[in-house]
Nanobody, 125 residues
């Protein structure tokens, strides 16, 4: 059974950087497209970034493009989200997710069948 465990969240000042990580287990990691989503209080969960099984294709939301980088390590079964130039509006709970059919809808929550519990990122102004 696929399990995803996020780590690395915390409190950071605006303009700062932070990396959140996700550890994958329970299946062949390279067979899964991976994504990061986030959810702020009172808001719907939204797409942040995703990548295919080999890490060749990456997608980003317009709000994070140029500031965030998604990177997977298939040898370690991990996926990172490197965040720079953080803004208060980046404050949210960040979730790691896995999909067996990444190309179908790489930015849609419904296409990701496996989710972690999330890690909180808070950006102070």
């Amino acid at each position: 059974q696929v399990q995803l465990i996020e780590s690395g969240g915390g409190l950071v000042q605006a303009g700062g950087s932070l990396t959140v990580s996700c550890s994958f287990s329970g299946g062949p990691f390279s067979a899964y497209g991976m994504g990061w989503f986030r959810q702020a209080p009172g808001q719907e969960r939204e797409f942040v970034a995703s990548t295919d099984g080999n890490g060749y294709d990456t997608q980003y939301s317009d709000s994070v493009k140029g500031r965030f980088t998604i990177a997977r390590d298939n040898a370690k079964n991990t996926i990172d989200l490197q965040m720079t130039s953080l803004k208060p509006e980046d404050t949210a709970r960040y979730y790691c997710a896995a999909s067996l059919d990444y190309t179908f809808a790489p930015a849609m929550t419904f296409n990701f069948g496996y989710w972690g519990q999330g890690t909180q990122v808070t950006v102070s102004s």
